[in-house]
C-alpha cells in the first residue's frame, strides 16, 4: 500500500514513453520531478518528509537544478543556511562550483531530486570535499533503487531517501 505522500507524487510526476536519464540509460518511464516542485503543496510536503532525514549538518546543499528548489525549501523549515551546486563551475563571475556561503570546515548534506545511478552527486562531491567541506550524507526525493546507493556508498555516501521506486509503484503490484 502506497503513502499518500508516494501516491501524490507518483501521480504528479509519472511519465511513460522512452526517456533517456543523465546516466545514459534508457527508461520506459520517467520521474519527472518538476512537475511535483513546481506544485507548492507538494514541493513543500516532499521537503518535510526530507527534513526528517537529515542528520546533524550545518549546511545544506541544493544539486543544480532539481536539488534547488528542495534545498531551498527545506532551508525554509530548518533554518539551516544552502548552497547551490552547480555541475561546473562558471568560467565567468566567481567562477564557483558552489554558490552562497562557506562551507570549508561544515557538514554538508547533498540534497537532490531523483537518485539513479549517483553520478551527478558523486562529480560534485570531489570538488566540495577538496573545498574542505564534510559530505558524508545525501538526501533525495526519489531513489530510482537502480545502483546509486551502492555507488555512492563507495564513496563514502550515505543516501537517505524520502521515497523510493518500490513506493511509488506500490499500488501496481496490488
Same mark, same amino acid.
Given at each position: 500500500?502506497?503513502?499518500?505522500?508516494?501516491?501524490?507524487?507518483?501521480?504528479?510526476?509519472?511519465?511513460?514513453?522512452?526517456?533517456?536519464?543523465?546516466?545514459?540509460?534508457?527508461? *520506459?518511464?520517467?520521474?519527472? &520531478?518538476?512537475?511535483?516542485? !513546481?506544485?507548492?503543496?507538494?514541493? %513543500?510536503? $516532499?521537503?518535510?518528509?526530507? #527534513?526528517?532525514?537529515?542528520?546533524?549538518?550545518?549546511?545544506?546543499?541544493?544539486?543544480?537544478?532539481?536539488?534547488?528548489?528542495?534545498?531551498?525549501?527545506?532551508?525554509?523549515?530548518?533554518?539551516?543556511?544552502?548552497?547551490?551546486?552547480?555541475?561546473?563551475?562558471? *568560467?565567468?563571475?566567481?567562477? &564557483?562550483?558552489?554558490?552562497? !556561503?562557506?562551507?570549508?570546515?561544515? %557538514?554538508? $548534506?547533498?540534497?537532490?531530486? #531523483?537518485?539513479?545511478?549517483?553520478?551527478?552527486?558523486?562529480?560534485?562531491?570531489?570538488?566540495?570535499?577538496?573545498?574542505?567541506?564534510?559530505?558524508?550524507?545525501?538526501?533525495?526525493?526519489?531513489?530510482?533503487?537502480?545502483?546509486?546507493?551502492?555507488?555512492?556508498?563507495?564513496?563514502?555516501?550515505?543516501?537517505?531517501?524520502?521515497?523510493?521506486?518500490?513506493?511509488?509503484?506500490?499500488?501496481?503490484?496490488?
Amino acid at each position: 500500500m502506497p503513502t499518500p505522500l508516494a501516491r501524490r507524487v507518483y501521480d504528479a510526476c509519472h511519465l511513460t514513453g522512452q526517456f533517456r536519464l543523465r546516466s545514459g540509460q534508457v527508461s *520506459d518511464e520517467y520521474f519527472d &520531478k518538476y512537475l511535483f516542485e !513546481g506544485r507548492p503543496e507538494l514541493l %513543500r510536503e $516532499v521537503a518535510e518528509a526530507m #527534513v526528517a532525514l537529515l542528520p546533524e549538518c550545518d549546511v545544506l546543499a541544493g544539486m543544480e537544478m532539481g536539488g534547488i528548489p528542495l534545498a531551498t525549501v527545506m532551508s525554509q523549515l530548518t533554518g539551516l543556511p544552502t548552497v547551490f551546486v552547480r555541475k561546473h563551475a562558471k *568560467d565567468y563571475g566567481t567562477a &564557483k562550483v558552489a554558490e552562497g !556561503g562557506p562551507v570549508d570546515g561544515r %557538514r554538508v $548534506v547533498l540534497v537532490e531530486d #531523483v537518485v539513479t545511478t549517483g553520478g551527478a552527486l558523486l562529480a560534485s562531491c570531489g570538488p566540495l570535499r577538496s573545498m574542505g567541506a564534510e559530505v558524508e550524507t545525501v538526501v533525495c526525493a526519489i531513489d530510482r533503487e537502480q545502483g546509486g546507493r551502492e555507488n555512492l556508498a563507495a564513496e563514502g555516501l550515505r543516501l537517505r531517501s524520502a521515497l523510493t521506486r518500490r513506493d511509488l509503484e506500490a499500488d501496481l503490484a496490488a
